[in-house]
Structures are given as structure tokens and as C-alpha cells.
């Protein structure tokens, strides 16, 4: 998940569809996000490389919609609804998630987790 | 025979041990012994022995007057065997004694060299000035006004020169060092050579051809004081000026119970190094009482006593043994204190535990008579009030001076006082005279009662008590280098007092390279780290 200048950023993701849940006025998703381009990268608790700026889920509300969409805490948010989440400012990505027109949100995220996962069933089969 | 033996010995191994006293009597001693020797040839004359020996090293004398067959010639000494003693005798010694305890035959006369030194500068020049005059009036040129300016710049730069010695010189001994000062030694021999060699000049080229050019003779006088100023400023720096650069931290330890302080010495001999820390001493260090060790000792004694070593088969450890026993002997030994060393640490010791509470019983029973002391001076001191001017013309029939109103309010606090200094062991340094005096100093300079209490409450430096306790005691010092040579990086030497002894290392102070670092003040520049977390 670091990120080297120049070059793109591969990583493994999962989609997670959240449908967002009307509660009185607004439109919510159950989760908070923290991270940005310019936000202080050094702070951020669940990222590996202490200068990746991209967008982190820092807390999940438990049974919201988030949850129940099986979002984790400490994910990295890749791309929301298509629109790119790894080079955004902190508002801009709140903006993205927060739109009123639409009821799903469908998230790509990565988390470390998936990595290892693709790595064991490499090993497991070595010929392939 | 054996008493003529004996007589001769006596003399030869007296001049021996007295020699060893001081050297200054030396000679005195040697013409002494060599007028006994040649009266002992003419005749025979049974002379009672000089008084000095039998003072000093009568270890000395005593093995010498041993002779092989001793035991069978001597019997028990009685008081009118060859060791008698008449009247005259014991106040010969009583006298020797009073002259080698001080060293007050060396100060004076180090005194009175040094002034007839000075004697000698001063009048120098005032001597080539006046000779002239005196040998040769006649023949002598008419001094003219340059000649009389000299006269003016010469009386001038000698009261200069009279000043600036007795400023420096003549100071009052504050010490009695074992050796001479070497700087001083060295500078009066340099005077005196300088004084010696312008003479020479003055006697040779001046006084035999007699010189008529006067102006030429007060021109080689005022040089002359010139160059004795040039000398003082000489001594000035290598008396004074050398040593006040610190180059060695000291560490100074007291042996008893630990004290430790670091000092900062700059270049000097070790006898005067230790004179600078005997008086930092005194100011520094809290006072010696003996009575704060008695724990420790006991302590130890019960170590001791706990364990006990019996030698079960029979061998003896003598101590002088020669040869290859001597090794077995000294075998037995370590392996007996390594026996008792590894059975008291294997025994289950709980001194410890008796330590422990001990004190704490010791440290909260203080705080106690600590804190009811403290209440009885507070109330004692409400009861005393300082009269104002007006009310002096009122009421004249109760006034006190400072004296009476402490032997007023001292009943009240004098038993909580008394308690308070028993607890910490205290009571020998202050005694009830000296603690009204201080409480009428207190009460005169309008101080608290904490202030007075300070004196009490903390064991102060040993300037602050009476003057038996800290009158200028007979200190040693002992050292393995020379206590004239310099301190050096690793000089160790004691300062051995009656009670006690300061252990003293030095250490030299490291190079210090220091390098600067530029800062340009427009450079203090600061951005903002933020750190949010929206909720969505």
C-alpha cells in the first residue's frame, strides 16, 4: 500500500455496498473517516506507512449500515462510487460520501489483511 | 664495658633521632655531640644524657640500648638507673616541647629574612643616590634639572614599590604549611641576586673609578627601581594570577560518614591546594558529630559477633612464620574469613528488617519533638514585643534589653529545645549559654521563629559553633608525592584531622572546543498539522 511517485498504486480490494440509512433529515452511512492530503499523515493510528495520506475508516458506528455492509475499522477507502478516494483532501472525501442524491454508496477498500490472504493461497499453490 | 658502650651510642643515635626533628637545629645538635666526644677522650666522665632524646622516638632508643646479653645485666628500671631524670631535665623537656609544637622559630625567622630583604631593596637605591655625595663631593657634577625630575620619578615609583609589597607581602599568615611556599623561596633568591649583581656593577664601575657624571648614576638608580617594579608584577602573577584559572575539579570525601563536595583549584602545590579545601572545609561541610555513628558502629559489632571460627584440628595459624609455613599459615587464614564470609551471607540475616523499622520509629519520633518545638518557639516568641519610641516615655518600669527578654521566654521552649536536640543527637554542639545568645541576637535583628530555629533544626557548617569546635586544629597532611609539586590529574592525597580524615582526588578539567551555530531569526517558521475526523 505505499506509495512510490510515478508509479501506480496497485493493491488487492474488496467492494463493499453500504446502503445509506435515512434518519430524520439526513442520510447516513455509520462510519467516520479521517486522513486527507491535508491532514497530517504521521497521526493516523491504522496506516502502515506513516506518510500515506489516502482516507482511513477511523470508527464504525455499531449496527449501521456500514457495519452491517461488512466495512472494517482501519480500512483505506480506494474509490467511492468511482471517484478516486487516494489523492483527495479531507473535505473532498466527505463531499464524495455525503452526496444527497444517492442512496448507495459502493466503496473499493483495501485492508491488510487481503493482502496476506492472496499471498497464502499463492503459496498453496506454488505451480500456479 | 657496657655502660661505656652504652654512652656512646647514646650520643652517635642521639644526633640521629634529633636530627630528625627539625632541621633547623641540626648544626646546634652536631656541635653539641662532637664537644661530648672530644671530652670523653680525655677523660672518662659520666655525663648525663641530653634532654631532647629521651622526647622523641623512644622506640629508637630503646632498641639500641638492648644490647645481647641485656637480660642479664639490667634489671627492673628504677628511677635511679642512667634513665634519671633531675629538675633541670623536665624543664629542658618542657621547653623543647613548647618550641617544637609550634613552628613559631621558623616563622620568625622567615619574617625577619624577609625584611631584612626588604630593608635591602629599599635602601638600594637611595644608597647609589647618597654615596656619591658623600665619597666624592668635589669631583661630582652639578645636577641639573633633568637629573632633579629623576630624583621626584624615584621617590615616586620607591613609595609605589613600598605599597604595592606590603599589600602582598605582608598580609597575616592565615596557615603553618609543612614546606616553603617554592614561588617565594624562588622570587626572594631572585631579588637578591638582581640587588647582589647592580651592586657588583655599582662597586666596580662606579665607586673604584669614581664617576663624575651624577645624572649617569641617578639614570642607574631609577632603572634599578624600574626593574624592582617589573619583579613585583612578576611576583603579583605568579603568586596570585597563576592559580585563580580553575584547571582541577577536586572531590573531597570525609571518611566518617561520606560527605562529599567538588571544588574547582586552579595551579597549585598540593600543601596549598589542601589549605584552600581545609578552608572551604569549614564553610562547606555540616558539622562532625560523632554521635551519629554509634549506629553504624554497633551494627558492625553485630556482624562480628554473630559468627565464630573453631579450629577443629588442632592447627595453630601463627603469624610470624617463616618460609614455606608461612604460606600455610596464611592459607588458614583466607580460608577461615572465606568460611565466615560465605556462612553470614548463606544465614538468614534480618538486620535489615531491624534497620528498617528502626529508623522509621527514629525518622517519625524526630518529626514529633520536631513539631512540638516548633510550637513552643512560635508561642514563646508572641509573648516578647519590640517597644515602639512613644510608648518608652510611657511605661519605663518593664523595659528589657535583648538579654533578659531571651532569659524571659527562654523556660518556655528550653525543654522541648532540650528533647529535640537529645532526639538528633545534638545536645553536645550548643550549650544553654550559646543558645540564649542566639535567641537574644534573634530577637534584637527582629527574626522569626523559624529563623531562630534554623540554627537547631539542621546541622549548619563548623564556622557556625562555638569557637572550641572549630578553632584551627592540627591538620595532617599525607600524601605520596611531594606536597610541594603541582596537583596533576590523579593526585591523591589526606588531610588527616583528630577525628577524622578528607580523602582528596583531582581531576583535571577537560579541554572544552566550542563551535557556534548561526541562527537566523527570520528561520522560525511553523505550519499548521491538522488532524479531523468527520463523522459520515
Redesign the interface.
Do not use: K, M, P
Given at each position: 500500500m505505499s506509495f512510490v511517485p510515478g508509479q501506480p498504486v496497485t493493491a488487492v480490494v474488496e467492494r463493499v455496498e453500504i446502503q445509506k440509512l435515512r434518519q430524520g433529515e439526513n442520510l447516513?452511512?455509520g462510519?467516520?473517516?479521517?486522513g486527507g492530503i491535508?491532514?497530517?499523515p504521521?497521526?493516523n493510528p491504522f496506516s502502515e506507512d506513516k506518510s500515506d495520506k489516502g482516507i482511513y475508516v477511523?470508527?464504525i458506528?455499531p449496527k449501521g449500515p456500514a457495519d452491517l455492509a461488512g466495512l472494517k475499522m482501519g480500512d483505506k477507502i480506494m474509490q467511492v462510487n468511482g471517484w478516486d478516494m487516494t489523492m483527495v483532501t479531507?473535505d473532498q472525501a466527505?463531499k464524495k460520501?455525503?452526496k444527497k442524491r444517492e442512496d448507495v454508496v459502493r466503496l473499493l477498500v483495501t485492508r491488510k489483511s487481503l493482502e496476506e490472504a492472496v499471498k497464502h493461497s499463492k503459496c498453496s499453490y506454488p505451480k500456479h | 664495658m657496657d655502660t661505656e658502650s652504652t654512652y656512646s651510642g647514646y650520643s652517635y643515635y642521639s644526633g640521629r633521632s634529633r636530627g630528625s626533628h627539625r632541621h633547623g637545629e641540626r648544626s646546634r645538635d652536631r656541635h653539641k655531640s662532637r664537644s661530648k666526644d672530644s671530652r670523653s677522650e680525655k677523660s672518662v666522665t659520666i655525663n648525663t644524657p641530653p634532654a631532647e632524646p629521651l622526647l622523641g622516638d623512644t622506640a629508637v632508643r630503646g632498641e639500641q640500648v638492648q644490647d645481647d646479653n641485656w637480660g642479664e645485666t639490667t634489671t627492673a628500671i628504677t628511677g635511679t638507673s642512667e634513665h634519671s631524670l633531675s629538675q633541670e631535665d623536665i624543664v629542658r623537656i618542657t621547653k623543647d616541647l613548647e618550641d617544637s609544637v609550634g613552628l613559631d622559630c621558623r616563622r620568625y625567622f622567615t619574617r625577619t629574612l624577609a625584611i631584612i630583604l626588604g630593608l635591602l631593596v629599599f635602601l638600594t637605591p637611595l644608597a647609589f643616590l647618597v654615596l656619591p655625595h658623600i665619597l666624592w663631593p668635589d669631583k661630582l657634577q652639578s645636577c641639573g634639572t633633568a637629573c632633579e625630575g629623576l630624583f621626584i620619578s624615584v621617590a615616586f615609583k620607591l613609595l609605589i614599590l613600598l605599597l604595592a609589597v606590603w599589600a602582598l607581602f605582608f598580609r597575616p599568615a592565615r596557615a603553618g604549611l609543612p614546606r616553603v611556599y617554592v614561588f617565594r623561596a624562588l622570587l626572594a633568591v631572585l631579588v637578591l641576586l638582581f640587588v647582589i649583581s647592580y651592586w657588583l656593577f655599582y662597586g666596580v664601575r662606579i665607586l673604584d673609578s669614581q664617576d663624575e657624571n651624577y645624572q649617569g648614576i641617578v639614570q642607574y638608580a631609577v632603572s634599578l627601581v624600574d626593574a624592582l617594579l617589573f619583579i613585583h608584577y612578576l611576583a603579583i602573577v605568579l603568586l596570585e594570577l597563576r592559580q585563580l584559572q580553575p584547571c582541577y575539579s577536586v572531590c573531597v570525601t570525609r571518611s566518617t560518614d561520606g560527605e562529599t563536595r567538588h571544588y574547582n583549584l586552579g595551579q597549585l602545590s598540593i600543601q596549598r591546594a589542601a589549605l584552600a579545601i581545609i578552608e572551604h572545609y569549614y564553610c562547606d561541610f555540616p558539622v562532625h558529630n560523632p554521635a551519629l555513628l554509634s549506629a553504624s558502629k554497633s551494627r558492625a559489632a553485630k556482624h562480628l559477633a554473630g559468627l565464630k571460627v573453631y579450629n577443629v584440628d588442632g592447627e595453630f595459624p601463627a603469624a610470624p612464620a617463616e618460609g614455606p609455613g608461612n604460606n600455610a599459615a596464611a592459607g588458614i587464614a583466607h580460608s577461615q574469613s572465606r568460611a565466615m564470609i560465605a556462612a553470614a551471607a548463606r544465614r538468614r540475616d534480618t538486620s535489615h528488617n531491624e534497620l528498617y523499622y528502626e529508623e522509621a520509629e527514629h525518622e517519625r519520633r524526630v518529626r514529633k519533638r520536631r513539631a512540638r518545638l516548633v510550637v513552643a518557639v512560635e508561642e514563646a516568641f508572641t509573648h516578647i514585643k519590640r517597644m515602639q519610641e512613644e510608648e518608652q516615655k510611657k511605661a519605663p518600669g518593664d523595659v528589657m534589653d535583648p538579654r533578659e527578654a531571651a532569659q524571659a521566654i527562654f523556660p518556655s521552649m528550653a525543654r522541648a529545645l532540650q528533647k529535640y536536640l537529645r532526639t538528633t543527637k545534638q545536645q553536645h554542639c550548643h550549650s544553654m549559654e550559646s543558645i540564649q545568645q542566639h535567641l537574644a541576637f534573634c530577637i534584637t535583628n527582629n527574626m522569626t521563629p523559624k529563623a531562630f530555629l534554623e540554627s537547631y533544626l539542621t546541622p549548619g557548617p563548623t564556622v557556625q559553633y562555638s569557637r572550641d569546635f572549630w578553632r584551627a586544629r592540627q591538620w595532617t597532611l599525607i600524601s605520596e608525592a611531594s606536597v610541594t609539586s603541582g596537583l596533576k590529574d590523579g593526585t591523591i592525597f589526606l588531610l588527616k584531622c583528630v577525628d577524622f580524615s578528607l580523602v582528596v582526588t583531582s581531576k583535571k578539567i577537560p579541554y572544552i572546543q566550542m563551535s557556534e551555530e548561526y541562527i537566523d531569526p527570520k528561520s522560525h517558521k511553523f505550519v499548521l498539522?491538522?488532524?479531523?475526523?468527520?463523522?459520515?
Open positions: 447516513i452511512l462510519f467516520s473517516i479521517g491535508d491532514q497530517d504521521g497521526q477511523t470508527r458506528s479531507h466527505r460520501l455525503t | 498539522r491538522l488532524q479531523s475526523e468527520t463523522s459520515v
